[in-house]
């Protein structure tokens, strides 16, 4: 469902009546973890099929109020992005890659039925609530500001057809490390479930792939592990995701592989800053279809050196040890490799301002 540009809006401020105090503040932002606490405001947007896009606030973050009927509640019409603010290195605030955020936005709200929101405006809302909560970075080491962008069908009916009204909102949360087993390099369980299936919405980001991926995640963390392992739905051979994230795999004469885009696996922008980084590194990336087989013979052979994870959330992650039914096998030493630190310290060099950005991939903002 497609909109057309948006007039420029003007954002309507509501002051907090009980702002956090600099003393709860800073007991959170001393050990964020992460996606727990929550900054004092929130934007909201909404879209009527009569008035377009309109009521651009900015207002104390807290519940909302939803009708019993509101489509989203009945036929999962959401969609959400997740992206981060970054304290630079002269002081300053800025974003990484939000444009691209607003683009994977608008795919996931075409493929859900959904209306789409303008880029600037996407992007403009996620600007006007940092800047409200400036303040909210985290003091750790490493820390952000995560943004989260989300959109639902608010009209209030129970026919099968797409919403005529949506709400777009984006909530901020100060932000430490993403997985807190304080290991040096993840360990995955392979799932006997499917994330995805041709012609689903594995490219989108909506809340009902998360949804299904609980019980498997679940089963994983039982297991002992810290993430799970998707394989293709329709041969349950090629590797496809690692949970939320996208997945590289590294070779002794100096190649990575990462699965290709084929409409179950989400397009991620970490993903792809990754491959132009490696390329500029005079690394051969291949986007190829790879099998667990075959990953754990490589692995085996040590013709694969290192595997890692990567997302918005977790940035760049080793994976150590991988297992399933048939046994479990570790990659190279189990740590995390030379390549997947170095790739991991020049995109965070770049995002926080210490490395020059020569693809414009930084917004500054403040």
């Not at 981060?84 to 493929?111: C, H, M, Q, T, V």
């Given at each position: 469902?497609?909109?057309?540009?948006?007039?420029?809006?003007?954002?309507?401020?509501?002051?907090?009546?009980?702002?956090?105090?600099?003393?709860?503040?800073?007991?959170?932002?001393?050990?964020p973890?992460?996606?727990?606490?929550?900054?004092?405001?929130?934007?909201?947007?909404?879209?009527?099929?009569?008035?377009?896009?309109?009521?651009?606030?900015?207002?104390?973050y807290?519940?909302?109020?939803?009708?019993?009927?509101?489509?989203?509640?009945?036929?999962?019409?959401?969609?959400?992005?997740?992206?981060?603010?970054?304290?630079?290195?002269?002081?300053?605030?800025?974003?990484?890659?939000?444009?691209?955020?607003?683009?994977?936005?608008?795919?996931?709200?075409?493929?859900?039925?959904?209306?789409e929101?303008?880029?600037?405006?996407?992007?403009?809302?996620?600007?006007?609530?940092?800047?409200?909560?400036?303040?909210?970075?985290?003091?750790?080491?490493?820390?952000?500001?995560?943004?989260?962008?989300?959109?639902f069908?608010?009209?209030?009916?129970?026919?099968?057809?797409?919403?005529?009204?949506?709400?777009?909102?984006?909530?901020?949360?100060?932000?430490?490390?993403y997985?807190?087993?304080?290991?040096?390099?993840?360990?995955?369980?392979?799932?006997?479930?499917?994330?995805?299936a041709?012609?689903?919405?594995?490219?989108?980001?909506?809340?009902?792939?998360?949804?299904?991926?609980?019980?498997?995640?679940?089963?994983?963390?039982?297991?002992?592990?810290?993430?799970?392992?998707?394989?293709?739905?329709?041969?349950?051979?090629?590797?496809?995701?690692?949970?939320?994230?996208?997945?590289?795999?590294?070779?002794?004469?100096?190649s990575?592989?990462?699965?290709?885009?084929?409409?179950?696996?989400l397009?991620?922008?970490?993903?792809?800053?990754?491959?132009?980084?490696?390329?500029?590194?005079?690394?051969?990336?291949?986007?190829?279809?790879?099998?667990?087989?075959?990953?754990?013979?490589?692995?085996?052979?040590?013709?694969?050196?290192?595997?890692?994870?990567?997302?918005?959330?977790?940035?760049?992650?080793?994976?150590?040890?991988?297992?399933?039914?048939?046994?479990?096998?570790?990659?190279?030493?189990?740590?995390?490799?030379?390549?997947?630190?170095?790739?991991?310290?020049?995109l965070?060099?770049?995002?926080?301002?210490?490395?020059?950005?020569?693809?414009?991939?930084?917004?500054?903002?403040?």
């Amino acid at each position: 469902m497609a909109t057309t540009a948006a007039p420029a809006l003007r954002f309507t401020r509501v002051p907090h009546p009980a702002p956090a105090t600099a003393q709860v503040r800073a007991e959170v932002l001393a050990n964020p973890g992460f996606g727990t606490k929550f900054s004092d405001h929130m934007v909201s947007i909404e879209w009527t099929e009569a008035e377009g896009w309109h009521k651009a606030e900015i207002l104390p973050y807290g519940p909302i109020a939803l009708d019993p009927a509101a489509a989203v509640l009945h036929y999962a019409q959401e969609i959400f992005e997740g992206l981060k603010a970054y304290r630079l290195a002269d002081g300053g605030i800025a974003l990484f890659r939000p444009e691209a955020n607003a683009a994977r936005f608008n795919a996931s709200a075409r493929r859900l039925a959904m209306a789409e929101i303008p880029e600037d405006l996407f992007v403009q809302a996620v600007e006007q609530l940092v800047l409200t909560d400036a303040d909210w970075f985290p003091t750790v080491e490493g820390g952000s500001l995560y943004l989260r962008p989300f959109m639902f069908a608010s009209e209030a009916f129970l026919g099968v057809r797409p919403a005529k009204a949506y709400r777009f909102m984006v909530i901020a949360s100060p932000a430490g490390n993403y997985f807190k087993s304080g290991s040096p390099a993840v360990s995955i369980w392979v799932s006997d479930y499917t994330r995805a299936a041709p012609g689903g919405t594995g490219a989108a980001k909506c809340g009902g792939n998360y949804a299904a991926s609980l019980v498997p995640t679940a089963e994983a963390f039982a297991r002992g592990h810290d993430q799970v392992l998707f394989l293709d739905a329709a041969e349950h051979k090629w590797i496809e995701e690692l949970g939320g994230m996208n997945l590289f795999f590294a070779f002794d004469d100096g190649s990575i592989l990462t699965p290709p885009l084929s409409g179950t696996i989400l397009p991620g922008i970490t993903r792809e800053s990754l491959i132009a980084l490696a390329r500029e590194e005079g690394l051969t990336v291949r986007e190829e279809r790879y099998s667990l087989d075959q990953w754990r013979a490589d692995a085996a052979s040590g013709k694969l050196v290192e595997t890692f994870a990567c997302g918005t959330a977790a940035v760049v992650t080793p994976v150590g040890k991988v297992a399933d039914h048939n046994g479990e096998f570790v990659i190279g030493s189990g740590g995390p490799g030379q390549l997947t630190q170095k790739l991991r310290q020049r995109l965070v060099s770049i995002q926080r301002g210490e490395a020059e950005d020569t693809h414009g991939w930084v917004r500054k903002i403040a």
